[in-house]
């Protein structure tokens, strides 16, 4: 009897013991290289509606994760949000069908675990086929709206005239956050392609440029007509 109340009892303690928590995302000082996707595994045809993209560029979804000696991923975690949280799911459950290529032990030439990181963002198939929603802070406003002939928006400093092709007509959206001095806290990001890039550039100019009367963060929808 009393060695089964003991038994008890261990097991009990062993339950109650506190677990070490999952780390999420690489050890401080860990070293980061930047992934590279493995031939045979283009993304363009297992993720859709993504680009890799520039890790450094502040509008996509980094993406850290563990590659494995074999190459297969594992642990991804969002290091940079893109500020869209679909794109940030996408971006991880993206990795997670890939493979990339390992680090290599100096001196050795054998493969090794490693900690990688890789940026993916919108490609333009995914604006064409499923537009995003306007995001949470401009839910349930309008965005507001500023129109420009051949690249001028009207009421902001006025990019130059080449900013938009000539006999180009369309419309975009851009999502702008600003401190209370006007100065923009994040890159100025397109939640509706106009389906041309460069009316896009353009209509990020004209969005950093009216950034300027803005405190906090709204919705701009930008409309291109031709005289």
Request: contains cysteine; charged residues 15%; glycine residues 8%.
């Amino acid at each position: 009897m009393d060695i089964r109340r003991s038994a008890l009892l261990a097991c009990a303690a062993f339950l109650a013991a506190p677990t070490t928590p999952v780390r999420a995302g690489p050890p401080a000082g860990a070293e980061l290289r930047e992934a590279s996707v493995a031939v045979g595994y283009d993304p363009k045809g297992r993720c859709s509606g993504l680009i890799q993209t520039d890790v450094q560029e502040p509008s996509a979804a980094l993406v850290v994760l563990v590659v494995g000696p074999s190459g297969v991923p594992s642990q991804p975690s969002i290091k940079a949000s893109s500020g869209s949280d679909s794109l940030d799911a996408a971006a991880v459950s993206c990795v997670m069908k890939l493979r990339f290529l390992p680090a290599v032990r100096a001196g050795e030439g054998s493969a090794m675990a490693s900690w990688q990181q890789i940026a993916w963002k919108w490609g333009r198939e995914h604006f064409a086929q499923t537009p995003p929603a306007a995001s949470p802070a401009a839910a349930g406003a309008a965005p507001a709206a500023a129109t420009a002939t051949l690249g001028v928006a009207a009421g902001t400093a006025a990019p130059a005239p080449a900013a938009a092709p000539q006999a180009a007509a369309g419309s975009a959206e851009v999502r702008v956050c600003a401190d209370d001095t006007g100065k923009l806290t994040r890159e100025p990001l397109i939640t509706r392609s106009s389906g041309n890039p460069r009316l896009d550039e353009a209509a990020l100019r004209i969005a950093r440029s009216g950034a300027t009367s803005l405190t906090g963060c709204a919705q701009l929808a930008i409309k291109f007509e031709t005289r």
